[in-house]
């Protein structure tokens, strides 16, 4: 485990975390059976089986201007399907994106890095009495969280069986496993969560709700669930990259902006 980020004074050692812990947290997919992953200095991608760029993808580029073409080459031919390439305040040109559009990539817009003093959480998560919250700890609720997830995501549900065999494969407990929660409305599965612990901060992932059930403070709920889990753990910051959706319901929780990153699509 990193050395834990105790508080966000240092801006530069935040949005450092940020980026570690959500490319760890992607690049992990390509270590499981059926799916590759190359670990370079200059940058790191992974594939998957998975029909949908956000699990095949590429982070972290640290490249000079005579590395980008070659770069954007070999990753045109690595990948079989379309891919993202994120970029960050750590992204190296800093103008990579204008080289990417060149490259014929397209730019699908900018995603807020958020983060949160896990101090400031409330002690308990209020819910709805008819609401609870389960640790996803068997094979139906895995199916159930996955679905949410694909859906929340506008993954086709053609691809709904390779998501599951994937999370299947990283597991439901034990080391270098992201625990997820599924939120259970009346007994039904309406809401998920999950947290991964890596880089000094705990990562917020997968907050969803389903449309039917907006508006009565669940994904409020299964954030805080998620960041009392890391703040159990002993992480101190909570670090997300939000959605348009969820971006004011993340500010009024206390998450300050602290980075933009920003998405390019390849491979159409």
Same mark, same amino acid.
């Given at each position: 485990?990193?050395?834990?980020?105790? %508080?966000?004074?240092? $801006?530069?050692?935040?949005?450092?975390?940020? &980026?570690?812990?959500?490319?760890?947290?992607?690049? /992990?997919?390509?270590?499981? @059976?059926?799916?590759?992953?190359? !670990?370079?200095? +200059?940058?790191?991608?992974?594939?998957?089986?998975?029909? +949908?760029?956000?699990?095949?993808?590429?982070?972290? #580029?640290?490249?000079?201007?005579?590395?980008?073409?070659?770069?954007? &080459? &070999?990753?045109?031919?690595?990948?079989?399907?379309?891919?993202?390439?994120?970029?960050?305040?750590?992204?190296?040109?800093?103008?990579?994106? %204008?080289?990417?559009?060149?490259?014929?990539? !397209?730019?699908?817009?900018?995603?807020?890095?958020?983060?949160?003093?896990?101090? !400031?959480?409330?002690?308990?998560?209020?819910?709805?009495?008819?609401? $609870?919250?389960?640790?996803?700890?068997?094979?139906?609720?895995?199916?159930?969280?996955?679905?949410?997830?694909?859906? @929340?995501?506008?993954? %086709?549900?053609?691809?709904? +069986?390779?998501? *599951?065999?994937? $999370?299947?494969?990283?597991?439901?407990?034990?080391?270098?496993?992201?625990?997820? =929660?599924?939120?259970?409305?009346?007994?039904?599965?309406?809401?998920?969560?999950?947290?991964?612990?890596?880089?000094?901060?705990?990562?917020?992932?997968?907050? #969803?709700?389903? &449309?039917? #059930?907006?508006?009565?403070?669940?994904? /409020?709920?299964?954030?805080?669930?998620?960041?009392? $889990?890391?703040?159990?753990?002993?992480? +101190?910051?909570?670090?997300?990259? #939000?959605? !348009?959706?969820? =971006?004011?319901? *993340?500010?009024?929780?206390?998450?300050? /902006?602290?980075?933009?990153?920003?998405?390019?699509?390849?491979?159409?």
């Amino acid at each position: 485990m990193n050395a834990l980020l105790t %508080d966000l004074s240092n $801006e530069n050692a935040v949005w450092q975390a940020l &980026e570690a812990n959500m490319s760890s947290y992607w690049l /992990r997919y390509g270590e499981l @059976a059926g799916s590759d992953v190359v !670990r370079e200095a +200059h940058l790191q991608r992974f594939a998957t089986p998975v029909a +949908h760029p956000l699990f095949n993808a590429i982070f972290n #580029a640290q490249l000079t201007i005579s590395q980008i073409d070659p770069a954007v &080459e &070999e990753s045109a031919a690595y990948f079989r399907t379309p891919f993202f390439w994120w970029t960050g305040p750590a992204t190296r040109p800093s103008d990579l994106g %204008d080289h990417l559009r060149r490259h014929g990539l !397209r730019d699908v817009g900018g995603v807020p890095g958020m983060a949160l003093e896990l101090a !400031r959480l409330p002690e308990s998560v209020p819910v709805l009495d008819a609401f $609870e919250i389960a640790a996803v700890d068997n094979s139906h609720r895995l199916r159930q969280w996955v679905e949410l997830a694909a859906r @929340a995501n506008d993954i %086709d549900p053609d691809q709904i +069986h390779n998501i *599951y065999e994937l $999370e299947n494969a990283r597991g439901l407990s034990g080391a270098g496993v992201a625990p997820r =929660y599924l939120g259970l409305l009346n007994g039904e599965a309406v809401a998920c969560a999950q947290v991964w612990l890596a880089a000094g901060v705990a990562g917020i992932y997968n907050i #969803a709700t389903l &449309e039917s #059930a907006r508006g009565r403070g669940l994904g /409020r709920a299964m954030t805080l669930k998620a960041c009392h $889990e890391g703040r159990a753990a002993g992480y +101190h910051v909570a670090i997300l990259q #939000a959605s !348009r959706m969820g =971006y004011p319901l *993340y500010q009024k929780m206390g998450f300050r /902006r602290v980075c933009d990153l920003r998405l390019y699509l390849g491979g159409e």
